[in-house]
Each structure stands twice: as structure tokens, then as C-alpha cells.
């Protein structure tokens, strides 16, 4: 395995490194003012945002997480790794460069999955950060950590399909530029166990399709983007919205997470950089007890277990995404797996740490610390809970045995 940067990924590293020291860290206080200062934080995308996507757009840091040469940067997986850090550091940053979740999972999607029609009408304006999207799986009524429990019914009536059913913690819905939902629903409930699901495309402004509320995670409701409660009341799309074919949505999902699962873990070792060096500037400035707290043995040994925690990831994450691109997604399902459950549990240990030492300013918005801990909680449920895939581990484990 050989992990060093080649001169492209090296030029973009800079590149990225001069822009987010550039132009998104200076900003994230500017978007919180402009955000809390709304009448409605779900009424409008921030203005400056989209300018500062031209400008990533025009220096070439754009779509970077797309292997395929046709419609993105044709980086491999392992290449994408040390820029997804980067973009991670900040809860704005990977939006400017049009690699944030869950569009760049669903722009995979349809460039593997859709039809000429579909890639036409929906992945091109994504391509181009004209709209966004989201992807609808989960719901409240079933235990979603099994796919094969989505309930949400899609019934082929004539030349269209109805669609009746809830869906919740639909991230990215309540933005107001997602344009498509990517649905995941029931086509035939007679069918073998991982053939009852399809995939269907649904224009946001499809009528029976309602918005029942944004949801807040510990407090924080991630405006404008977000996470929602949907409603599908005989929500009716053209046969043609449907995705590769009825029964597949389980094929479906599954090429779909193995690279959504990898991004996620790049961007927690972002946030656990960065977490890192706020601890140790605010550990040289606070002082207690007459000296800095930099000085006290706890703080030297937060410190140090947290460098140690981020390498092991860091190094577990780079050989999942070299397996990926060496052996396929199905080879690597194994490493995807430890680092789905690895990565989101070493950045809580590192926030928190890091919390510890800023004290109660930790705990307050003046840092991006809570909100970080609160974002990096989600990722032990989201594509799957920790205990799915150590079981899948575990067993994978026990086959070689």
C-alpha cells in the first residue's frame, strides 16, 4: 500500500488548504450571524456561499469526490481521502466545494445507476451546484437499520407510479435549493426478501409530497440545510422516475453507501484536526491554578491520545479506500465496516476532550465544538448503526475462521 500524495493531489491539497484559510473559515461566523438574524431559517440559501462556490468552481475544486471522468474529478477513492479531511474541518466547507452529503452519495447514485434521461434532467444541474437533493430511506414506523423493513408504498398505476407512506431524518430536505428526492419504497411485497424495494426519483414540488417538519439534533436544526419529517399522500411520478428497475433498490443502496460511509469518515478526521488544534492553542492560553493547563499531565495526555487516535483512523481509513479501489467496494466491505463504527466513536473522544479543556465554552456556539459532537453523534446511526456493522464484521471475521 502506498499512501503519498501524488502532485495532483498534493497541487489540490494546497489549493484547498489556501482556500479554507482563504475564505471558509473567515465565513463561518458570518453564516451563523446571517443564519440567526432569519425570520426563516429554512427561507433561503446565504448569498456569499454561493459566490464562494464560483470561486471554488473556478479554481477546479469542484466535484472532487467523483471517481468517474465523465462527470467528476477522476480522483480514486484514496486520493479523494486527504481533501474530504480538508473540506470536513468546517460545517460549511464541503458545500462550497459541491462534495457534501448527501448529494455527492446520490450524484454517485444516478451517475452508476440512472438512465440518460434521468442523468439529463437531475444529475447535471447537481453537477453543476444549481440545486440539491436528498435521499429518502429512513422512517419512523420500522427498525430502517434493516432496509429490507421500508415500508413506504410505490404502486404502479398505469404509466406512473403512487407513492404513499412517512419518511424522517431526510437530510438536506427543509434546504431550499433540494429540487429531487431519491426514494426508497415498497414495489412488491411478495417478492424474495431483498427484491420488495425500488428506487424512485420525486421532484420536490410533486403535489401530495409534504415537508412535515425539520428535526433538531440536541438542539441543533443544521438550517438551512437540515434534517425532515416527510409525508407521501398518493404522490404520483411518471414510470420514467423510477431507477434501473423494479426489485433493485436493495442493489441499489448497497453500491450506494460503501463510498457515502468512506466520505463520512474522511470528513470526521477533519473535524477531529481540527478539534485537535483548538484544544492545544486553548490548553497554551487558559490558565489555572497559576499555570497554563498545558502544563497539566491530563492535558498533555488528552492531547496525545488524541494524535495517536486520529493516525490509527486516519491509516485504517486510507487502506479501506485503497481495498476500494483495488478490490471493489464488496472486497472492501469488511474495512468500511471498522471504520464506519472507528471513526465517528474516535471523533467524540477527541471533541470531548477538547470540550474539556475549553471548559464551558466547549459546551457554547462561541466554538464549533457542540455542534461538531452533535454532527458526529448522528454518524453512529446514519448508513447504518454501529451494532449492523459489527455484526457484519463479526461475521466476516468468523468466515475466515
Not at 451563523?32 to 462556490?53: N, T, V
Not at 471533541?351 to 456556539?365: E, M, N
Request: net charge neutral; glycine share 8%; aromatic share 8%.
Amino acid at each position: 500500500m502506498e499512501f503519498a500524495d501524488s502532485e495532483i493531489v498534493e497541487g489540490l491539497r494546497r489549493q484547498l488548504l489556501g482556500f479554507m484559510d482563504e475564505h471558509v473559515y473567515p465565513n463561518e461566523r458570518r453564516f451563523e450571524q446571517w443564519l440567526a438574524a432569519q425570520p426563516d431559517r429554512w427561507a433561503a440559501s446565504w448569498p456569499p456561499l454561493e459566490e464562494l462556490k464560483e470561486k471554488a468552481r473556478a479554481k477546479g475544486l469542484w466535484n472532487l469526490f467523483l471517481p468517474d471522468p465523465e462527470w467528476g474529478a477522476a480522483l480514486t477513492n484514496l486520493e479523494y481521502a486527504p481533501l474530504c479531511e480538508i473540506m470536513g474541518r468546517s460545517f460549511i466547507g464541503p458545500e462550497i466545494f459541491n462534495c457534501s452529503a448527501p448529494d455527492t452519495g446520490n450524484m454517485e447514485l444516478l451517475a452508476k445507476y440512472g438512465s440518460a434521461a434521468q442523468k439529463k434532467q437531475w444529475l447535471v444541474p447537481l453537477l453543476e451546484g444549481r440545486i440539491r437533493s436528498a435521499f429518502a430511506m429512513t422512517e419512523p414506523g420500522v427498525a430502517s437499520s434493516d432496509a429490507t423493513n421500508i415500508a413506504l408504498s410505490i404502486v404502479r398505476d398505469g404509466d406512473s407510479y403512487l407513492l404513499n407512506g412517512r419518511k424522517w431524518w431526510i437530510t438536506g430536505a427543509p434546504h431550499p435549493l433540494c429540487k429531487i428526492f431519491i426514494v426508497m419504497g415498497k414495489t412488491n411485497p411478495d417478492a424474495a426478501r431483498h427484491e420488495q424495494q425500488s428506487m424512485i426519483l420525486v421532484p420536490r414540488d410533486t403535489p401530495g409530497l409534504r415537508v412535515v417538519r425539520p428535526l433538531t439534533v440536541f438542539g441543533y436544526d443544521d438550517a438551512p440545510h437540515g434534517h425532515a419529517e416527510l409525508e407521501f399522500r398518493d404522490v404520483r411520478v411518471p414510470a420514467e422516475n423510477l431507477i434501473l428497475g423494479e426489485g433493485r433498490g436493495f442493489e441499489i443502496a448497497q453500491g450506494r453507501l460503501g463510498p457515502g460511509r468512506i466520505h463520512h469518515c474522511m470528513r470526521l478526521i477533519g473535524k477531529a484536526e481540527r478539534a485537535l488544534e483548538l484544544m492545544c492553542v486553548r490548553a497554551k492560553e487558559r490558565v489555572a491554578f497559576g499555570k497554563p493547563i498545558a502544563e497539566q499531565t491530563v492535558t498533555l495526555e488528552r492531547i496525545a491520545e488524541s494524535r495517536i487516535e486520529i493516525e490509527q483512523t486516519r491509516l485504517l481509513v486510507m487502506k479501506a479506500a485503497w481495498m476500494m479501489d483495488t478490490v471493489g467496494n464488496k472486497g472492501a466491505r469488511k474495512e468500511i465496516a471498522m471504520i464506519k463504527v472507528a471513526a465517528p466513536a474516535m471523533a467524540l473522544r477527541v471533541l470531548d476532550r477538547a470540550i474539556q479543556v475549553f471548559g464551558a465554552a466547549g459546551l457554547s456556539a462561541d466554538f464549533p465544538l457542540a455542534s461538531f459532537y452533535a454532527d458526529s453523534r448522528t454518524l453512529r446511526f446514519a448508513d447504518g448503526p454501529d451494532e449492523v456493522h459489527r455484526n457484519q464484521i463479526g461475521r466476516l471475521e468468523l468466515r475466515e475462521h
